[in-house]
């Protein structure tokens, strides 16, 4: 099961424990890989302003 999409930042922040990663997304990605949920991660990401 997919349990969500992350763009690149996110899945290299999250890989790296960048301190940047938001308490929430880091939580969301470790209940995911606890659980035993795939992460898919999207191949085009543009940066917001």
Do not use: C
């Amino acid at each position: 099961m997919i349990a969500g999409v992350a763009d690149t930042r996110t899945a290299l922040w999250y890989l790296h424990k960048n301190p940047r990663l938001s308490v929430k997304a880091r939580t969301f990605m470790d209940d995911a890989a606890q659980a035993g949920h795939d992460i898919a991660l999207s191949p085009i990401s543009k940066e917001m302003p």
